[in-house]
Structures are given as structure tokens and as C-alpha cells.
């Protein structure tokens, strides 16, 4: 059982993923802005972050850049619903970022890259 922080602010994305990733047997931690992901990051590194861009109070960005300074090698999946060409998904990748999903995805598919990463 791998420990996994959902941070996401769509409800139904959260739950969905969160219903998903508790199928596949892994522990979920789910923050629904920036402020609460960063806090949980404070508490434990988790196995992996799955992380909007776009969430409330700390943009994803911000996210990641605390993460991979506190767990320089734990994976992120980024979602969003921007477009892979926008500079933010770019400036994810250079920043470490390990996935990248976009909305709307499969959560099957999302299940099966999760497994890639931590497996």
C-alpha cells in the first residue's frame, strides 16, 4: 500500500480519483487547495503527489516547487486542463514533475500511471 496526496479542487475529480486510487489499495490524502497540500507536504512526503496547476491560494506550480525542494525524488502527476503547448505543463516538466494528465482523463489511465510510478 503506497501513500498518495491528491490535491485537487474539483469535488468530483477528487472524489473520483480518491474512489480510484482506494480501489487500487493505495492510502489517500486528499487537500483541496494549495494551503492544504503544502501542509500535508510539511507533515510526510508521501509515495506520490497527483496535483492541479490551477488550485486555490497556491497555484500547482508553487505545489511542486516546495515538494521537489523538501522530496527531490518523489514523483508528481500533474492534471490539468491546459493545453501540454501552455508554458506552465513545460515549466512543470523542467521542474521535475514525472506525468502529466489531461482533463477530462480516464481514471484508468490515470490508475495505470500512477502503478508505472510506484510500483
Given at each position: 500500500?503506497?501513500?498518495?496526496?491528491?490535491?485537487?479542487d474539483?469535488?468530483?475529480i477528487?472524489?473520483?480519483?480518491?474512489?480510484?486510487?482506494?480501489?487500487?489499495?493505495?492510502n489517500?490524502s486528499?487537500?483541496?487547495?494549495?494551503?492544504?497540500?503544502?501542509?500535508a507536504?510539511?507533515?510526510?512526503?508521501?509515495?506520490?503527489?497527483?496535483?492541479?496547476?490551477?488550485?486555490?491560494?497556491?497555484?500547482?506550480?508553487?505545489?511542486?516547487?516546495?515538494?521537489?525542494?523538501?522530496?527531490?525524488?518523489?514523483?508528481?502527476?500533474?492534471?490539468?486542463?491546459?493545453?501540454?503547448?501552455?508554458?506552465?505543463?513545460?515549466?512543470?516538466?523542467?521542474?521535475?514533475?514525472?506525468?502529466?494528465?489531461?482533463?477530462?482523463?480516464?481514471?484508468?489511465?490515470?490508475?495505470?500511471?500512477?502503478?508505472?510510478?510506484?510500483?
Open positions: 500500500m503506497k501513500d498518495i496526496l491528491v490535491i485537487e474539483d469535488q468530483l477528487l472524489k473520483m480519483v480518491e474512489f480510484r486510487l482506494k480501489k487500487e489499495g493505495h489517500v486528499i487537500a483541496e487547495d494549495g494551503n492544504q497540500g503544502i501542509q507536504l510539511e507533515e510526510h512526503c508521501p509515495d506520490l503527489i497527483i496535483t492541479d496547476i490551477m488550485v486555490p491560494f497556491k497555484s500547482g506550480i508553487e505545489i511542486i516547487e516546495f515538494a521537489k525542494s523538501k522530496y527531490p525524488d518523489c514523483p508528481i502527476i500533474v492534471l490539468s486542463a491546459l493545453g501540454e503547448e501552455e508554458g506552465t505543463v513545460m515549466e512543470a516538466f523542467n521542474m521535475g514533475v514525472s506525468d502529466f494528465v489531461p482533463k477530462p482523463f480516464n481514471p484508468n489511465e490515470l490508475a495505470i500511471r500512477v502503478r508505472r510510478l510506484i510500483n
